[in-house]
């Protein structure tokens, strides 16, 4: 059977309010010891979100990993199923935190080319929260921006950010 399951080549990737166009689908952050770590990426097979990602707490400690919408690992004495809620429709997957029904994690596909993403994510060293209003990486802002990118979608420093491979 043919199977439409790719990285998101050439997509559209809507990060909070900005578009990065003709990227991968990966958001990539640099750990306080330099090592590359994928903050998000996502996979479409035919018109459904896959997602891999990791789940970590405000402190940065990792609670679980997701690989294409399963759960691979969780941390010793995590009960992630009572914490999270995964939700995967046709064209939308979201990662609900039950204790306050937050959408920790939402994307969905507009249409064939864009995807959009809305989310919290916790590196260790620095917050990452894309709203429909904005996307914070620390203290810094991006709001409206339309941006060129190639290859991997953005990759984020502690108090910085790159778009595209150039940044590597």
Do not use: P
């Amino acid at each position: 059977m043919w199977s439409e399951r790719v990285k998101a080549e050439n997509y559209n990737l809507n990060f909070g309010t900005n578009i990065i166009r003709n990227c991968n689908g990966t958001v990539i952050y640099k750990t306080r010891k330099g090592k590359e770590k994928e903050l998000f990426i996502l996979e479409k097979n035919v018109g459904k979100l896959l997602l891999t990602t990791e789940i970590r707490n405000e402190k940065g400690e990792l609670l679980a990993k997701l690989s294409r919408n399963s759960f691979v690992h969780v941390k010793d004495g995590f009960d992630v199923e009572s914490h999270y809620e995964l939700q995967v429709i046709q064209n939308m997957f979201m990662l609900i935190r039950k204790d306050d029904d937050k959408e920790f994690f939402k994307a969905k596909i507009i249409d064939g080319m864009n995807i959009q993403v809305t989310g919290v994510f916790y590196t260790g060293s620095t917050k990452i929260e894309a709203t429909d209003e904005k996307l914070m990486i620390g203290t810094n802002t991006l709001i409206g921006n339309v941006i060129d990118g190639f290859a991997s979608a953005m990759l984020i420093k502690e108090g910085a950010f790159v778009i595209g491979a150039a940044g590597k």
